[in-house]
């Protein structure tokens, strides 16, 4: 490249995504786990030149990459638990290579639960429990920084009462009614991080903090008395901050899956009020409504 293009490589990151990974995790010669991942690991650091000069020496292949994801993944005993295995991955290319000095990892745990016959739990046969994903993002750096962002996506969710919405602000444009009692369905995409000042990665509990999102998010969404989906999904992030000492801040992000009544009044059939059972689904458009909530 000519030294006087003007142009510069201002960033740039590389590796392999959509790595797929499932280890049996055999406890007893009966009693399994099984763990399903898809991984996404990039590198950056000392790159340019494969950029600028066509210099392949410093390019780790993509390949290495994903053959390393294996590797770990074989030898570790950590896989069951996202964030320690990705901390694993980022710090084992930082080590290995010196022209490394940031890995992104992402890791997403799809959800394998447990059959159940006869009351009692199957020590090795799993079902594809909805779409709902625990998931991971973590930057490993070589200057001994480490972020991790911890992410729970697709729990859907829906309560046919004890939802609300009215007294909203009105103007020329509002047509919407105040709504006394509702459906109130969402899709939770909730994520938080951590106060790795204050705690070191080892001793986090992770996996008790993401069951623990899971269930306050699931109980809070069932038991409140919900006037809003903005002061409900408070209520989740704030019990949150209360009960894992851990988090430094969690964030919600709630669409508002749409249940609309059908006018039954052509077939003389009464859907208002009381009587008001049937409904339809309505994808889009859809309220979205975030927030962050975090301690003083």
């Known amino acids: ?13 590389y590796g392999k995504t959509k790595v797929r990974l499932t280890k049996v995790i055999r ?3 009966n009693w399994h786990d099984v763990i399903e991942l898809t991984a996404q690991v990039l590198l950056d650091g000392k790159f340019e030149t494969s950029y600028t000069e066509a210099d392949n020496s410093v390019v780790v292949p993509t390949d290495t ?4 994801i294996y590797v770990l993944a074989k030898k570790s005993n950590q896989v069951q638990t996202i964030e320690r295995f990705g901390y694993e991955i980022g710090q084992h290319f930082i080590n290995r290579y010196s022209h490394v000095d940031d890995v992104y990892i992402k890791l997403i745990q799809h959800r394998w639960t447990r059959v159940e016959i006869d009351g009692q739990l199957h020590p090795h046969s799993f079902l594809r429990d ?3 994903t625990r998931r991971v993002e973590l930057t490993v750096s070589r200057n001994g920084k480490v972020s991790i962002e911890s992410r729970l996506k697709d729990l859907l969710v829906l309560k046919s ?23 109130f369905s969402t899709s939770v995409d909730a994520k938080w991080t951590y106060n790795l000042d204050k705690s070191k990665i080892e001793e986090i509990p ?21 006037a809003s989906v903005q002061a409900t999904m408070y209520k989740m992030g704030e019990k949150v901050l209360a009960s894992f000492e851990d ?5 919600y992000a709630l669409p508002n899956k749409h249940y609309f009544s059908v006018n039954l009044k052509p077939f003389n059939l009464p ?20 927030a962050t909530i975090a301690r003083r």
């Open 1 to 13: 490249m000519s030294a006087n293009s003007g142009a510069y490589l201002k960033k740039q990151a």
């Open 65 to 68: 990459v994903k053959n390393t």
């Open 27 to 29: 406890h007893t010669k």
């Open 271 to 290: 859907n208002e009020g009381k009587d008001m059972d049937i409904f339809q689904p309505v994808s889009d458009p859809s309220g979205y409504i975030t």
């Open 247 to 251: 988090v430094s801040e969690i964030s």
């Open 206 to 226: 992770f996996d008790e903090i993401a069951e623990g999102v899971r269930e306050i998010t699931l109980s809070t969404f069932a038991t409140d008395n919900s």
């Open 161 to 183: 009462t004890g939802s609300s919405f009215t007294n909203f602000h009105r103007c020329e444009y509002t047509t919407l009614q105040d709504a006394t009692d509702r459906i």
């Open 130 to 132: 909805g779409d709902e």
